[in-house]
């Protein structure tokens, strides 16, 4: 049986958690201060710690001073209100949770639900590690480079905490399988791990598909329905491009983080939230507040643990790596071993790669299809990058010899836009083949384009509106 500490100075709540804590096939001690909490962790190491900030002999952090202490110990705060502070604070200490007073029964119960050691925890990272460096993965993740060495040992060290994540990168980076590997590595495994791509929904329909509306609400509810926060319950919830989130939804997020509650559509009675966020863009953060596109507030709420990862083209030396990876995963699923030769690895590390993994990834399956033989030669994979230009521009292959240049100091919105139109009038105005080379959805795309045409009207009347 499983064995609860209660550090908390008010008998009452102490009391209330105890009777709670019990009835979850639990033991329970209690302690009303530091001193106490040290003399009871002695006595008998728990399970799980439930520790109050505000203590008569100090603050309830003053316990993570004797890391041996707490060590076989899983650590969850008790505040009186959810911060950001609080957050970054719990998370460098180590805490595994935080709860707001005053606590709420659901959400303790779903974290005795999930009580699992820091060392059980421990030990399956040391197993990731040696089965990283044997095979070159790391959980759903691959690669040896130094930069993916970075992104695992971020993952490893916020992946069995409570913090909210908040992933930046190129498209086609992998930000959703980062995204699994810290559902997959934390306490919440167990349950739904449920991938929204705020970019594929519409926006009439985002409210209700996210947080769930109430039979006739709106034309055509006609029954209640469960959004992603109830389905999710427990687990975690990924929000991909997040940015394309309509501004007064991003309103309501926030809300659900600050406070832990949210409402279907249509009803005024509020639900319960258990369920981690992990955010993700592909686009700048500060420019997406800077342009409207994301909440000042949000943004900050979201990024306690910042993960951005890193492209392509900085990681060739996992190309190979990653190819083999993806022609085994075809040649299971069709049945046919075949192998790339060395002159095709050859042409695959020396591309630029601007769809990234996800490019990588259609490239291999294509070249499966196309190859006659057992063996995969450089004919059907994409020509070399073209090199940088004479005036310090990049020039980027587009799906063959065409190519842009970007003269120094242009902005990554106005690279997105010539890089996207470029590709566009390159596939004569072929949206799906345009969105699959550069690796975003067509939906992404479609937003991208209404964008610009949106801005180019603006900047017309602009124009031919006369001067006063």
């Not at 041996?68 to 110990?73: M, T, W």
């Not at 005024?268 to 909440?295: C, E, W, Y």
């Not at 292959?397 to 890089?419: Q, W, Y």
């Amino acid at each position: 049986m499983s064995h609860a500490l209660i550090v908390e100075d008010e008998p009452d709540a102490a009391e209330m958690m105890a009777a709670l804590i019990a009835t979850e096939d639990f033991t329970v001690a209690t302690a009303n201060t530091l001193r106490d909490a040290r003399r009871q962790i002695a006595l008998q190491q728990p399970d799980i710690v439930l520790l109050d900030l505000q203590l008569p002999d100090g603050s309830g952090m003053e316990l993570f001073e004797d890391a041996e202490l707490i060590a076989h110990s899983e650590v969850v705060l008790i505040t009186g209100h959810a911060s950001l502070e609080t957050s970054i604070q719990a998370l460098r200490l180590g805490a595994a949770d935080y709860l707001i007073k005053p606590v709420n029964i659901k959400q303790l119960q779903g974290i005795l639900s999930r009580v699992m050691r820091p060392s059980a925890l421990k030990a399956e990272l040391q197993t990731l590690t040696k089965e990283w460096e044997k095979t070159g993965h790391f959980g759903q993740l691959w690669g040896r480079s130094a930069p993916m060495q970075r992104i695992y040992e971020q993952v490893a060290r916020v992946a069995g905490t409570a913090v909210s994540v908040f992933i930046t990168g190129e498209s086609g980076t992998g930000k959703e399988v980062v995204a699994q590997t810290v559902h997959d590595l934390s306490r919440r495994r167990k349950r739904p791990f449920l991938a929204v791509n705020c970019g594929a929904i519409s926006p009439n329909l985002i409210e209700s598909e996210i947080f769930g509306h109430e039979k006739g609400s709106f034309t055509g509810a006609e029954r209640q329905h469960q959004g992603f926060f109830e389905r999710a319950h427990g687990g975690t919830l990924f929000l991909d491009e997040i940015t394309e989130m309509p501004l007064d939804l991003q309103v309501k997020l926030l809300r659900v983080l600050e406070t832990g509650t949210f409402m279907r559509v249509g009803s005024t009675t509020s639900q319960q939230s258990d369920v981690r966020i992990i955010a993700a863009t592909n686009r700048l953060p500060d420019q997406a507040v800077a342009s409207g596109k994301l909440r000042e507030d949000l943004m900050y709420r979201l990024n306690v643990f910042p993960i951005d990862m890193p492209p392509l083209r900085d990681r060739g030396e996992d190309v190979g790596l990653l190819a083999e990876h993806f022609l085994h995963d075809v040649c299971q699923r069709e049945g046919q071993n075949k192998r790339f030769t060395p002159a095709a690895l050859q042409r695959l590390s020396r591309y630029r790669w601007p769809g990234n993994v996800r490019e990588l990834r259609n490239v291999v399956q294509r070249a499966y299809v196309m190859a006659a033989a057992e063996t995969i030669t450089d004919e059907w994979l994409p020509n070399e990058s073209v090199g940088a230009g004479s005036n310090g521009g990049a020039a980027q292959d587009i799906g063959g010899a065409a190519s842009i240049r970007l003269p120094l100091g242009t902005s990554m919105a106005a690279a997105e836009r010539l890089l996207i139109l470029a590709t566009l009038a390159h596939f004569n105005n072929h949206k799906e083949r345009t969105a699959a080379v550069l690796g975003v959805s067509l939906k992404t795309l479609y937003n991208r384009l209404k964008e610009y045409a949106s801005e180019d009207e603006s900047l017309a009347s602009n124009e031919a509106t006369p001067e006063r």
